[in-house]
Nanobody, 122 residues
């Protein structure tokens, strides 16, 4: 059974940092694109960042320079380092795995985690 399990969320003050982890099990995702999405209450799921099989990285404009995605293929784990957090970053963060390269489209992703809550206070 394939599972993606996020961890590392929490409550942080504006300007602080968090590091999210996504541990995958049930199969190897070394050839997959691994992505992070977020969803705030009442909002649609939004692309945040992704890393494809080659190591190329992608970010939405609002997080460029603040967030860094990385992955450890040996551990089947992907990370999202989030710095300089602002209240606008408050959302449930989901990791996901996609077999292709349409990295910004939620519909491209086959597997999803349950999400981890990130709350940034002002």
């Amino acid at each position: 059974q394939v599972q993606l399990v996020e961890s590392g969320g929490g409550l942080v003050q504006a300007g602080g940092s968090l590091r999210l982890s996504c541990a995958a099990s049930g199969r190897t995702f070394s050839s997959y694109t691994m992505g992070w999405f977020r969803q705030a209450p009442g909002e649609e799921r939004e692309f945040v960042s992704a890393m494809d099989w080659s190591g190329a990285t992608y970010y939405t404009d609002s997080v460029k320079g603040r967030f860094t995605i990385s992955r450890d293929k040996s551990k089947n784990t992907v990370y999202l380092q989030m710095n300089s957090l602002s209240p606008e970053d408050t959302a449930v963060y989901h990791c996901a795995a996609a077999p292709g390269l349409q990295v910004r489209l939620p519909s491209s992703y086959t597997y999803w985690g349950q999400g981890t809550q990130v709350t940034v206070s002002s």
